[in-house]
């Protein structure tokens, strides 16, 4: 795209933020262009640097969601022996391997990964207790796994040869 299109597509600021507005995929596109064609002083930097930061929290919430998930597995796992499943055991395999996979990609997601599990723990209890039917209230009130447990312990029916 050219310097004259880019600009004429953006005009003044009011006019990015009017697409911002009303189209934001277009919004996005328009300031990639903008970036690349290196018209940084006619990009949108506040917003941009606000859905940057939004990126970033996807992240952690993509993490906790894992978590949660994961938890939510391991809770029922140890509390309802009688419902344990292939189907489980294969959840919470696909938990691990999201886990794994953020924190491999995203490095410094590291240094927010125990509180993204503390927060993770909170929601995990209500779902687990609504899948066991166990009030909330009898379950511990800090996640009792530690980070060995969530990607290492085993999970694995009584299999026979």
């Known amino acids: 795209m050219s310097e004259a299109a880019l600009k004429d597509r953006t005009g003044d600021g009011d006019a990015a933020g009017d697409l911002y507005a009303r189209d934001h995929y277009g919004w996005v596109e328009e300031q990639v262009a903008l970036l690349r064609a290196g018209?940084?002083?006619?990009?949108?930097a506040p917003r941009i640097a606000a859905e940057l930061a939004e990126l970033g929290r996807g992240h952690v919430a993509r993490l906790q969601n894992a978590l949660k998930m994961l938890v939510v597995h391991m809770l029922?796992?140890?509390?309802?022996?009688?419902?344990?499943?292939?189907?489980?055991?294969?959840?919470?395999?696909?938990?691990?391997?999201r886990i794994v996979r953020l924190l491999s990609r995203n490095p410094s997601l590291?240094?927010?990964?125990?509180?993204?599990?503390?927060?993770?723990?909170?929601?995990?209890?209500?779902?687990?207790?609504?899948?066991?039917?166990?009030?909330?209230?009898?379950?511990?009130?800090?996640?009792?796994?530690?980070?060995?447990?969530?990607?290492?312990?085993?999970?694995?029916?009584d299999r026979k040869p």
């Open 39 to 44: 018209l940084l002083g006619e990009a949108d």
């Open 76 to 97: 029922t796992w140890d509390g309802q022996a009688e419902s344990r499943s292939r189907t489980t055991e294969g959840s919470i395999r696909e938990q691990r391997r």
């Open 110 to 157: 590291k240094s927010r990964a125990d509180a993204a599990l503390d927060d993770a723990y909170e929601d995990a209890v209500f779902w687990a207790a609504e899948a066991t039917g166990q009030p909330a209230d009898e379950f511990p009130r800090t996640c009792p796994y530690d980070w060995s447990d969530i990607l290492e312990r085993a999970f694995e029916l």
